[in-house]
């Protein structure tokens, strides 16, 4: 392996690639994907996208989820439907990220249906070198004891911004939003003694 080539993306050694099971995580826009991927093509990574995860629980259930929302965002005078009736994940973000307590909501009813399907992943692939790709992993204590090290991507606030306006479509103010619910998150994963790796992007 010619890390010398390949230390490029994520300045990474022989050592940091030691583990059997990694979270990557950072905050939002600092290019988790990215690296997730460049891993997975340089150094024969499995990796598990729980955002994907949880976009893929909240299709599966959108039922439930308008049931779960559809007072709060009348009161609101949000619309959680899209045109052709289905759940417009976008509003649903603005509604959640406006109120703690409805982020809570929202992850009591997704996050056991994302514990099962990435635990069901890891069974799957227990011969592979697997990392769980995902912003807030702390959030699921089970998940995050079977890592063994955590991969923290970091990037500079404007980078961050310029790439979420792009990607996300949204108003910068729902960015800003989002950005300050997830000021903590190099904090929390401190709390957990875990080996914290910075990758700089």
């Not at 300045?11 to 690639?17: C, P, S, Y």
Request: proline share 1%; glycine share 4%.
């Amino acid at each position: 392996m010619n890390l010398k080539r390949k230390k490029k993306f994520a300045q990474l050694t022989e050592q940091d690639l030691d583990f059997k099971i990694a979270c990557i995580t950072g905050q939002m826009a600092a290019g988790k994907n990215f690296i997730s991927n460049a891993m997975e093509k340089n150094f024969g990574c499995v990796s598990f996208d729980l955002d994907v995860c949880v976009h893929t629980v909240i299709k599966k259930n959108e039922k439930e989820i308008l049931d779960a929302f559809s007072l709060e965002a009348k009161k609101a005078g949000i619309n959680l439907l899209s045109k052709d009736g289905s759940l417009d994940r976008r509003a649903l973000g603005k509604l959640i990220f406006s109120d703690k307590t409805l982020i809570q909501k929202q992850e009591n009813l997704v996050y056991p249906k994302v514990i099962k399907a990435t635990k069901d992943f890891i069974n799957k692939n227990s011969d592979k070198k697997l990392i769980l790709n995902a912003a807030l992993l702390y959030k699921t204590p089970e998940l995050l004891a079977l890592c063994e090290k955590i991969f923290f991507v970091r990037a500079s606030f404007l980078k961050r911004l310029w790439r979420a306006i792009l990607r996300d479509k949204i108003s910068i103010t729902q960015i800003l939003k989002r950005f300050r619910a997830q000021r903590q998150v190099l904090l929390e994963y401190q709390k957990t003694g875990k080996q914290i790796v910075f990758i700089k992007n």
